[in-house]
């Protein structure tokens, strides 16, 4: 037999043949990840500059033609609706450039305030000037004029970088993208802080004209039910007791019905004296808020105490509005919290009045739990106040109006 023949030292510096060359990675290593050659935030703003060009040939089309037929129309009854329709659609194009802004550029821009709506003939007219005033709107539409140009230089030159230009292209599109923000902040921003607080102002204004007309029908209903009945009543009663002496029956029966006229009276005296309270309360135009919530306080089911620490009496208005407010406040405890003890806390801090109500009651209040919170958020927020509303499932639940301070 032969001898296997023994390996020779250089063969132990060498590796059998059909043996794989060693590696730096070990076979339970996993490959490291595909990976694209830009970040994904150049993709966005690739994606936005790419898609600038069909959407600016949406909104310069759009635009073009409703000015032109606006414009040419305004001879006729049709032209300033037509234009005022325009600027609500540019509005809703600005909003959908927003949109685009914020997911492909991360540029937040606040949505401008909504055109207050107005109902009627007359508010058909006012809503249309209102429309065709919009300094929104026209913006919207200087944004979509200029972008058709600007939409096609970055498209093409996107695209061709995209192609021949790959390495530089991400400062390129950098660049460009900063362009497009620097114009959605410039024109589709919300309007400056004036024209933001006329718009308020323009709500605040239909509240108030609401309240008003709900408290006039509220007393003109008070009216009619209470003491308006129970006079015409006292009428017919006096009527007949006047018929019956003329004719010399001066009887028990005629005692009856004078004594009958009397109850009415002085029940029609009260009703009058309760509406006029809830007009405006004699108290408080005497002794100011102090007196005045202490009385509202005694009619109060639960026991409430009473602070009050001002300077010397608010306008008649706010004074007026604090007073209500609290009295609502402590309306609802009376009726839904079934408290055992409460507390209003009325003070003066630089130029704001605050109020306090608070009560041990069963809580969960809430300004959409009705209840008259909702009506008195309104009515504070018209006349620039604020409304805050603490209360737990279980109580406590501590109330807070603040109210614009102004001198008497």
């Known amino acids: 037999m032969t001898e296997p023949l023994s390996p020779s030292p250089s063969a132990g510096r060498g590796r059998p043949s059909g043996h794989p060359l060693p590696s730096s990675r070990t076979p339970s290593e996993p490959l490291p990840p595909a990976r694209l050659a830009f970040e994904a935030h150049t993709w966005k703003e690739i994606a936005h500059l790419l898609t600038n060009l069909p959407l600016s040939l949406i909104g310069f089309t759009f635009v073009t033609t409703v000015l032109f ?26 909003k959908l450039e927003r949109i685009r802004a914020r997911a492909l550029l991360d540029v937040t821009v606040d949505e401008p305030s909504p055109l207050p709506m107005r109902g009627g003939a007359e508010g058909f007219v006012a809503q249309v000037w209102m429309s065709v005033k919009d300094p929104v709107g026209w913006r919207s539409m200087l944004y979509e004029l200029i972008r058709l140009p600007w939409g096609i230089a970055t498209f ?16 390129i599109v950098r660049g460009l993208a900063n362009a497009d923000r620097a114009m959605v902040r410039a024109l589709l921003s919300p309007s400056d802080e004036l024209e933001r607080r006329i718009a308020e102002l323009e709500s605040d204004r239909g509240v108030v004209v609401d309240t008003a007309a709900a ?28 018929e019956k002496l003329l004719e010399g029956q001066a009887d028990d029966a005629v005692a009856l019905m004078v004594a009958e006229a009397h109850g009415e009276v002085k029940l029609a005296l009260q009703e009058l004296r309760d509406l006029a309270r809830g007009i405006h309360p004699a108290v408080l135009t005497d002794r100011g808020l102090d007196a005045a919530l202490s009385s509202v306080a005694s009619r109060c089911t639960a026991p409430v105490k009473v602070t009050v620490d001002l300077p010397a009496r ?42 306090q109500v608070w009560d041990d009651g069963r809580g969960g ?40 301070w102004r001198n008497r």
């Open 69 to 94: 037929t606006s414009a040419f129309l305004t001879l006729t009854v049709i032209g300033f609706p037509l234009l005022a329709a325009a600027l609500l659609g540019a509005r809703q194009l600005g």
């Open 156 to 171: 093409t030159i996107t695209l061709t970088g995209l192609f021949v230009a790959w390495p530089v292209l991400p400062f």
């Open 215 to 242: 408290d006039l029908r509220r007393i003109e209903r008070d009216l009619h039910d209470g003491a308006q009945a129970r006079l015409v009543n006292l009428a017919m009663g006096l009527g007949l007791a006047k």
């Open 314 to 355: 608010p306008a008649a208005a706010i004074e007026g509005i604090a007073y209500f407010t609290v009295s609502e406040l402590l309306q609802n405890v009376s009726k839904h919290s079934g408290a055992r003890s409460a507390a209003v806390d009325v003070w003066r801090s630089d130029d704001r009045l605050l109020i």
């Open 365 to 404: 209040a809430s300004v959409d739990g009705g209840s008259g919170i909702a009506g008195l958020a309104e009515r504070l927020g018209a006349v620039d106040g604020l409304f805050m509303v603490d209360s737990p499932v279980g109580g406590p639940t501590t109330i807070t109006a603040e109210l614009p």
